[in-house]
Every structure is written in C-alpha cells, then in structure tokens.
C-alpha cells in the first residue's frame, strides 16, 4: 500500500502565477481534505473533497480551488500567487464517515 | 466552535527523562482527539486518537495521552524519551459537523531531546 501520495515535492513560483498541487488517496479511501501549514504553524484546513464535490471549506479566499476525480485523486489550485501562499501542503485522505487521516509528505510551494 | 491550545511550543528533556506535552481543547460536543507527529520536511503521522471507551490511549512509538474530560485536557506522555523522538508534535480535535468530520490542529510543540 503506498499510501498517501502527493506532487510535486518541491515548487517555487512567482507571485501572480497559478499553482496545481496533486494528491493520490491511500487505497480503499475516497474522502480528500487539503491543509495548508506555514512555517511554524499547525495545519490550517483548506476544504474537503467527497463524491468529486466540495464538501467542506476553510477560511480561504476563492483564490483557491480544487477538483476530485474520479479515481478519487485530487488536485488543489491556487491562483494569483502571494508571497503569503509560501506554505508546505499537505493532502490528507480518509474513508467517508470516519475521522482518521492518513497524510501525504506534502508540498513545499515558495512564492518569490 | 473548538478550538485547540498546546502549552509551550518547545520542550527540551535530556534523553530517558519523562516527555510531557499539554493539550487543552474546547469542543461544545463530545470530541475525538488526536496527536500527530511531524519530523522535519515530512507529512503528519497518527500517534494516537481517543474516540470513545477508555482514556487513557496507548500509541506508537511509547507514547501515551490521557483523556481527561473534567480538565478538557489531552496531555501526551512517554516515560522515557529517545533521540528518535525529536520532533513536533500537534493535537487536534475532531467533531462531528453538519455530519462531516471537521478537525482543528494547534500551533504545535516542538520536542527537543538532549543527549
């Protein structure tokens, strides 16, 4: 089982540029959540993915969004890059209707 | 609302001593809670969750927390700490929300361990 997957490892982007950030569930799962954790903080929520919908969503602007697949794969988007994006993401997948989270090793965007 | 505060964001214990890290949490419903680990330029691993049935939760690794709800506390412990244990650690609440599970993290305790 491979687990949690996500890529790229490492991305440096400039400000105003978009981003694709991608994320492969552990197997037998299909609810996708999206976190983002800045340096030195805990794992801020982004929004949840279920059935290749939103179904719960974070304090983010609509800067940024994402798409589930059917596969159940997913993929986060954020646009008009700020310096204040810089963040490591990180996809946690889990089986609908329980509370355990696997999570990926996560994306490390820098936004110059 | 909920809400989750982790006392100290660094800790340092020489190698064997006891490792204890503070988690409070507020929930207006019944939580579960976690603790989570993160080494440097990795993604989180689960230590250990508290659902429901006995509180005191055993996890990987040596690591044990008590869930006490008359203190809304959810301390993380290990009697002895190895040098593999440098590392931070987060708590995090867990409740039930318009039927989805919505999760808090706090800011974090970073785990030193001096040889």
């Known amino acids: 089982d491979a687990g949690v997957t996500q890529s790229p490892t490492h991305l440096i982007k400039t400000r105003g540029q978009q981003v694709t950030l991608r994320c492969s569930p552990k197997s037998g799962h299909d609810t996708v959540s999206w976190y983002q954790q800045a340096l030195g903080q805990g794992p801020q929520f982004i929004f949840q993915?279920?059935?290749?919908?939103?179904?719960q969503r974070g304090n983010f602007p609509d800067r940024f969004s994402g798409h589930q697949f059917p596969n159940y794969s997913s993929e986060l988007n954020v646009n008009a890059l700020l310096l204040g994006d810089s963040a490591l993401y990180l996809c946690?997948?889990?089986?609908?209707?329980?509370?355990?989270?696997?999570f990926g090793p996560g994306t490390r965007l820098t936004v110059t | 609302a909920q809400s989750v505060t982790q006392l100290g964001s660094h800790v340092s214990v020489s190698e064997g001593a006891l490792v204890l890290l503070r988690c409070n949490y507020s929930?207006?419903?019944?939580?579960?809670l976690f603790w989570y680990v993160q080494y440097p330029n990795q993604g989180l691993q689960l230590l250990l969750k508290y659902t429901t049935g006995a509180t005191l939760v055993k996890g990987i690794n040596g690591f044990e927390a008590e869930f006490k709800k008359s203190e809304t506390s959810f301390h993380l412990t290990k009697p002895s700490a190895h040098m593999s244990d440098a590392a931070e650690y987060f708590c995090?609440?867990?409740?039930?929300?318009?039927?989805?599970?919505?999760?808090?993290f706090g800011t974090g305790t970073k785990l030193q361990v001096i040889p």
């Open positions: 929930s207006s419903v019944p939580p579960y």
């Open positions: 993915y279920y059935e290749e919908e939103e179904r």
């Open positions: 946690a997948s889990s089986s609908d209707g329980f509370y355990e989270q696997y």
């Open positions: 995090a609440v867990s409740r039930n929300s318009g039927g989805y599970q919505k999760v808090t």
